[in-house]
């Protein structure tokens, strides 16, 4: 039975080590230009699933009107658009600087028009760690998070209105 323990021991103690001199010789590079790890982007989804848990089934308590939409313009403007891009503009160079690169919310491909708004609101409001992504919990109210969150749940069907917020 000591034994037994003792084997089972021996072997969690070698993957501390093991790990250890593993990111002690560089097996993880932190640079933005390295190659993503293996399972880095799985192991980082699953995390990032986890971490929102039951939010996604939160509404937008706001009602969806042109009022709404130019307000999130307006912060998507100011405080979005540097990382995830502007309607009709090219990606900044911070964004394509930055791993993992920021989804460009206005890019067909990229949109989160299909995303739960809660999923949305929820990573507006505490950011997602070690991406870049920030958490505006302090620095949004929660009416100014929900009405990006409008803003990009619809970023497929924006009003002249909307879309003219963008310009000035
Ligand atoms: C400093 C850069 C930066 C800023 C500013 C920023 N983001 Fe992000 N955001 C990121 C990065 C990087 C990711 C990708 C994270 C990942 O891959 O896990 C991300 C992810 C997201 C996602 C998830 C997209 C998807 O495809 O699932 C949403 C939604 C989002 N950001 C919304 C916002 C909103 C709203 C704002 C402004 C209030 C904002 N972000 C500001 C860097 C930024």
């Known amino acids: 039975m000591r034994a037994f323990f003792f084997g089972i021991l021996s072997a969690i103690l070698m993957i501390f080590v093991g790990g250890y001199l593993f ?3 560089g097996g993880i590079s932190l640079a933005t230009t390295a190659a993503p790890l293996p399972f880095e982007e799985k192991v980082a989804r699953m ?4 971490s929102i848990g039951t939010a996604g089934s939160q509404h937008n308590p706001l009602t969806l009107n042109d009022d709404n939409l130019v307000a999130g313009a307006t912060i998507y403007k100011q405080h979005c658009a540097v990382c995830h891009g502007a309607p009709e503009q090219p990606p900044t160079a911070i964004s394509k600087g930055m791993f993992p690169p920021p989804p460009q919310l206005f890019e067909k491909e990229d949109m989160v028009t299909d995303d739960p708004e809660g999923v949305t609101y929820w990573k507006a409001t505490h950011g997602i760690r070690l991406s870049g ?3 505006f919990q302090n620095s949004l109210s929660d009416t100014q998070r929900w009405q990006v969150t409008m ?3 619809h970023a497929d069907k924006l009003p002249q209105s909307a879309q003219s917020a963008f310009a000035h």
């Open 151 to 153: 803003l990009l749940a």
């Open 47 to 50: 995390a990032l699933h986890a």
């Open 133 to 135: 992504m920030p958490g």
């Open 23 to 25: 990111v002690r010789s």
